[in-house]
């Protein structure tokens, strides 16, 4: 069993920062093999932000979104989090965290290949 709980979502002006935390809980007896960040506009599909393999440390990332946000990790905390710097209004979204556990996947970027998602956590970006 896992649960995925993010925070750290707000309301912030255009060009200011926040940053998500996603904590997994799980009966694993072993680390999730990758970690993502999701988010889903308003009226809009789900897109993929930011992933990390867990063990590596390789990162993916959206080309809206590089050179603004960092993903990182913290694996004694079993924590990922996403820094995000000079945020625009269309970063506004539903936030989701991802997790895999079991299997490896090749695509960070591929909502299909998680296997658990956290309930999210708004972000709201005013101009």
């Known amino acids: 069993q896992v649960q995925l709980v993010e925070s750290g979502g707000g309301s912030v002006q255009a060009g200011g920062t926040l940053r998500l935390s996603c904590t997994a809980s799980?009966?694993?007896?072993?680390?999730?093999?990758?970690m993502a960040w999701f988010r889903q506009p308003p009226g809009q599909e789900r897109e993929p932000v930011a992933g990390?393999?867990?063990?590596?440390?390789?990162?993916y990332y959206a080309d809206s979104v590089k050179g603004r946000f960092t993903i990182s990790q913290d694996n004694a905390r079993n924590t990922v989090y996403l820094q995000m710097n000079s945020l625009k209004p269309e970063d506004s979204a539903m936030y989701y965290c991802?997790?895999?556990?079991?299997?490896?996947?090749?695509?960070?970027?591929?909502?299909?290949?998680?296997?658990?998602w956290g309930q999210g956590t708004q972000v709201t970006v005013t101009s």
């Open positions: 990390i393999y867990t063990s590596g440390g390789n990162t």
């Open positions: 799980s009966t694993y007896t072993y680390n999730s093999n990758a």
């Open positions: 991802a997790a895999v556990w079991g299997r490896i996947i090749r695509d960070l970027a591929n909502e299909y290949d998680y296997n658990h």
